[in-house]
């Protein structure tokens, strides 16, 4: 995107040259697809195929039997998805329709700002996997509480660099989050239905606070009349997850092909303990 609006005028880039960059998803969509036909099943899936444990239909199962990690995982990544689409969708809008900068120049600060985000994602991921997952929450939800209104502050002030830092003050508190809304969402379901299950709680979050996202941000400039009311939405939100945090369990210590599933799931929801 920041390369074709670099080349191209407004007024082409307005009427065609923006489907482009969607084309180019077209032979990643085909990459991705070759990836995933050959990929093998995990070794925790194999196992349960092994003992002939398989689901028949997992979604009902997970539905039915862990509708509390459900919950949680669609709690806790409500505050990713709506991270993620603030920084990757509404931003440039943001930062050309509210405060007056240029097409490239927004689009070079939000390109700018994953630059730097994005490499510390698996950083963080790594540091979860030595203080554990909630810790991550904790500090991306308190960081989102803190920094989300100087970062639609910093970022409205008009240039570029502050368009950057103030993107950045948004993105480094989602960096924590995702990388333990990731993992925690696999580690807290049982092989049977742990795909099905992740793949509810996370895929209804970001639907209803990812893909509205733009929308709810743009709403609430145009009602409020205030610049920073989606930062102040990133706060609210980021405070309820804050307190989800606490009824979330550790997971992080727990293999995914540890022997008798069901009971030491049992004592996870029950107690949070983290056997090693």
């Given at each position: 995107?920041?390369?074709?609006?670099?080349?191209?005028?407004?007024?082409?880039?307005?009427?065609?040259?923006?489907r482009?960059?969607?084309?180019?998803?077209?032979?990643?969509?085909?990459?991705?697809?070759?990836?995933?036909?050959?990929?093998?099943?995990?070794?925790?899936?194999?196992?349960?195929?092994?003992?002939?444990?398989?689901?028949?239909?997992?979604?009902r199962?997970?539905?039915?039997?862990?509708?509390?990690?459900?919950?949680?995982?669609?709690?806790?990544?409500?505050?990713?998805?709506?991270?993620?689409?603030?920084?990757?969708?509404?931003?440039?809008?943001?930062?050309?329709?509210?405060?007056?900068?240029?097409?490239?120049?927004?689009?070079?600060?939000?390109?700018?700002?994953?630059?730097v985000?994005?490499?510390l994602?698996?950083?963080?991921?790594?540091?979860?996997?030595?203080?554990?997952r909630?810790?991550?929450?904790?500090?991306?939800?308190?960081?989102?509480?803190?920094?989300?209104?100087?970062?639609?502050?910093?970022?409205?002030?008009?240039?570029?660099?502050?368009?950057?830092?103030?993107?950045?003050?948004?993105?480094?508190?989602?960096?924590?989050?995702?990388?333990?809304?990731?993992?925690?969402?696999?580690?807290?379901?049982?092989?049977?239905?742990?795909?099905?299950?992740?793949?509810?709680?996370?895929?209804?979050?970001?639907?209803?606070?990812?893909?509205t996202?733009?929308?709810?941000?743009?709403?609430?400039?145009?009602?409020?009349?205030?610049?920073?009311?989606?930062?102040?939405?990133?706060?609210?939100?980021?405070?309820?997850?804050?307190?989800?945090?606490?009824?979330?369990?550790?997971?992080?210590?727990?293999?995914?092909?540890?022997?008798?599933?069901?009971?030491?799931?049992?004592?996870?929801?029950?107690?949070?303990?983290?056997?090693?």
């Amino acid at each position: 995107m920041l390369a074709f609006t670099a080349v191209m005028s407004d007024g082409a880039y307005a009427s065609w040259g923006w489907r482009i960059p969607f084309l180019v998803g077209g032979p990643l969509a085909l990459v991705g697809l070759w990836i995933r036909l050959r990929m093998e099943e995990t070794p925790a899936f194999r196992r349960v195929q092994s003992t002939e444990h398989v689901e028949g239909v997992p979604v009902r199962e997970a539905i039915r039997h862990h509708g509390r990690e459900i919950v949680l995982v669609f709690a806790i990544a409500s505050l990713s998805a709506l991270g993620a689409y603030t920084l990757g969708a509404y931003f440039v809008t943001y930062l050309q329709e509210v405060v007056g900068l240029d097409a490239t120049t927004a689009i070079l600060a939000n390109f700018t700002a994953f630059f730097v985000t994005v490499p510390l994602v698996p950083l963080v991921g790594a540091l979860g996997d030595r203080i554990g997952r909630k810790p991550l929450l904790f500090i991306g939800s308190v960081g989102f509480i803190v920094l989300s209104v100087p970062g639609y502050l910093l970022a409205g002030s008009g240039g570029l660099v502050t368009a950057i830092l103030g993107q950045l003050l948004v993105a480094l508190p989602w960096s924590f989050v995702v990388s333990a809304v990731v993992v925690t969402q696999v580690e807290i379901f049982p092989t049977k239905v742990r795909y099905s299950g992740a793949s509810v709680g996370y895929n209804v979050a970001y639907m209803i606070f990812g893909g509205t996202a733009p929308l709810v941000a743009t709403f609430l400039v145009a009602r409020t009349g205030s610049n920073i009311a989606p930062g102040i939405y990133l706060v609210a939100v980021a405070l309820v997850v804050f307190f989800v945090a606490f009824a979330v369990p550790e997971t992080y210590r727990f293999s995914l092909l540890r022997e008798g599933e069901e009971q030491h799931e049992d004592t996870l929801g029950a107690t949070g303990a983290r056997p090693s």
